[in-house]
């Protein structure tokens, strides 16, 4: 195991342990809905968004019980949208990470209010002073967080992938709809760190490119998969982009040149931490990793 | 035309004007989304709840600027709420306000991620400096807007109405499902106006005693429009509680008692303001409305 996976692992435990206590269950008639939130965002996912928080604060000296419950935050919002995008009005999917989705587990109605509440606990916990004494770092992690999950950033790009189905994107407009959909919520990771950490102009831009790069690179290595994977392997239907006549960076640059232009944005992922330097080795193993993984 | 329906016509107006502008079109791919949050929020509703933040602010001396920001964020939880309680999976609705609910009108998906995005749009313009200079007051409008929205509040009890029409709720459990289904944001309401005027402890109180009380002749006065109204004035379906075989403060209560309640709990509501003298006046007003509008 590298430092990388351990650091992962431990990382996943401790967003599932803050994750298991923002949401406890209880025994009022309402607690189906926590149980379909803590059912969507407890036991799986690889927790590479509060990874990235935890990491960019650590650059910055935050202490981690804080920078764990931004992080539970963020991925609260991360599995908010995945419970929306599969309903059947949706992408309708019938399973996510080797399970039955949240619809499929429960109901459409559980869904969508899971989904809601999910979205709006996170900003009950940012707001929160156990996130951070300072309440201009709690208004400043809630103000980047609406705007990287709403309608210019996120959700948008949920919108245009849409209606991605009926028109052909060129590779500008496929890297605008991907920054919006999955690059806003990445790129907001390695702020809320960087914002917890009070970090100067210059490092909180270098997060930024950093985070600008690895969030393609995902991508790119996510169209991958879809393309490459298999289903029982990655934990979800495979060839989806394919089927629905959606162009990707794959189904645009072909196979090799989409897994060349991934390798090219981790690498420059990586120079972008110079300026940290040893302290920044688990982030750029992490953009390797990104390009690398198998699910 | 009372002073009351003066002030309220003025605060729709102005919320509308508010809302148009936190809202603007663009002409990107993706507009479609940010066509449908405008849809779902803008040109109908009373607008009680920007009414509520204003008025409670006004009593502090907050200006008017930012109380309307505020008001209009909550505003567009409420309408999201609105939108996502209408779908097909939720109360499958057809008209709402007399026009086309916001998944007739468009799509489903794009119905979804509109909820969606104006939801985490309130929290962008709550969070955002321009609503107030002190970012503990950014921060606390976040937490309890978030705390009223969610699964303790207006979630749980979309959560308790969905089971509702499965079991036979008593008074006390109807009292807690209204508390949190609608109860919940009219306190908010009346709070925001608090936080913003840093209002003393006794002042907050009084204001959340008199939300609880208007916000159950609310939904009194609601349920009695269901069974009483007519479908073209009240401007959506009514029947639907009987029809779905819910038990409300109108079936256990019967018609008469219910109404009385619904005027006992405004005229109490009114005493809680007693404390303001005749800067409570236009407050006091709204109770009385609250029972006695006929949509």
Redesign the interface.
Known sequence: MSDLQRALKACADRTDATLDGLLPLTD???A???EA?RYASLGAGKRIRPFLVVECAKLFGVSETRAYRAGSALEMVHC?SLV?DD?P??DDDDMRRGQPTTHKKF????A??A???L???A??V???PETHE???I???L??Q???A???KGM??????D??AADTDLDIP?ITRLQR?KTGALIAVACDMGAIMGKASHHSRQALNHYAHDIGLAFQIADDLLDVEGDAEEVGKRTGKDEDAGKATFVSLLGVERAREQAHLLADQAAEHLEIFAEKGQLLKDLAEFIVTRRK
Not at 107 to 110: C, G, K, L, Q
């Open positions: 009022t008639p309402e189906r809905v926590i939130m908010y929306h309903l009005a949706m109901d459409e109605a559980t969508i209010l989904g809601d509440a979205l709006t606990k900003f009950e940012l707001a929160a300072n309440a201009s709690r208004a400043e809630c103000l967080l609406a705007r999950a709403g309608d959700v948008g790009g949920q919108m245009l849409l209606a407009e919006m």
